[in-house]
């Protein structure tokens, strides 16, 4: 069982930056690939972007490439979505998931609460 929790979210300006982190908690954590999703009653859920434990591969989706950084700490247990240059499209519930590595690409089982991101002026 893996548990995530979220937090940072918020409301900003255009142009501004946030930053969203993701405590995990779990046994064998190391066998997990951890993503970042987010969700608009109108778009739907979208993996926005994804790194497995150990750092070494990331994926982002087109629509945040250049814009979004993650990062994992182990040592902390810790996923860290940077968020830069925010425009209105990208206002959504965001959520932190985790999938074992292996699994297809949209399998993730586990889900952390949500968390709001606002791009308004």
């Known amino acids: 069982q893996v548990l995530l929790v979220e937090s940072g979210g918020g409301l900003v300006q255009p142009g501004a930056s946030l930053r969203l982190s993701c405590a995990v908690s779990?046994?064998?954590?190391?066998?997990?690939?951890l993503g970042w999703f987010r969700q608009t009653p109108k778009s739907g859920r979208e993996l926005v972007s994804a790194?497995?434990?150990?750092?070494?591969?990331?994926y982002y989706a087109d629509s945040v490439k250049g814009r979004f950084t993650i990062s994992v700490d182990n040592s902390r247990n810790t996923v860290t979505l940077y968020m830069y240059n925010l425009q209105p499209e990208d206002t959504a519930v965001y959520y932190c998931?985790?999938?074992?590595?292996?699994?297809?690409?949209?399998?993730?089982?586990?889900w952390g609460q949500g968390t709001q991101v606002t791009v308004s002026s």
């Open positions: 998931a985790a999938k074992v590595a292996g699994d297809g690409r949209n399998d993730y089982r586990h």
């Open positions: 779990g046994s064998t954590l190391s066998r997990y690939v």
């Open positions: 790194i497995t434990w150990s750092g070494r591969h990331t």
